[in-house]
């Protein structure tokens, strides 16, 4: 973990998987750039050829599922909320509610750098609200609101 003078915290992939339960070939969040805690993140997600969903979708023309650049999104988004959270609710797993006003703008294919920025909108106890944009080279792929709630 680093942090600039700022007082942002990025994070390798050795940090993000103490804070996310996804493993390959689900894990779709490889850096973070920055972290506020309560506010924002910005992540990152190298997309490559070798990606196992990209010899079926779809052969010949490779395009990174929708879905999953929402799943990206919101494992960003997972990742602010743990962050955000006291030490003891971390324990509890995360799980997505409801994803709105999602909108797909540009195909994201491999070699694009993705580039999650993913804003609280609001934060309680065990509950979390957030809007998150996808972009690539500044375009914006895919953008929506998320909601998420702790188990138990």
């Known amino acids: ?6 007082g942002q915290t990025g994070f390798d992939v050795v940090d993000i998987l103490r804070y996310l339960p996804h493993r390959y070939p689900f894990l779709l969040v490889d850096r973070v750039l920055s972290l506020e805690v309560g506010k924002t993140i910005c992540a ?3 997309v490559t050829m070798n990606e196992p969903f990209f010899s079926g979708h779809f052969p010949g023309y490779p395009i990174m599922p929708g879905v999953l650049i929402l ?3 919101g494992q960003a988004g997972g990742i602010l909320a743990y962050a955000s959270w006291p030490e003891e609710r971390r324990q509890f797993p995360l799980f997505l509610t409801g994803a709105d006003k999602a909108r797909f703008r540009r195909k994201v294919i491999p070699g694009d ?3 999650m920025d993913v804003t609280i909108l609001k934060l309680k106890s065990r509950t979390v609200k957030m809007h998150g944009v996808a972009t690539v ?8 609101e998320f909601m998420a709630v702790l188990g138990d």
């Open 113 to 115: 750098q993705l580039r």
């Open 71 to 73: 799943e990206a999104i």
């Open 137 to 144: 080279d500044g375009a914006k792929a895919v953008e929506a």
């Open 44 to 46: 990152i997600k190298n």
């Open 1 to 6: 973990m680093t942090t600039d003078g700022e």
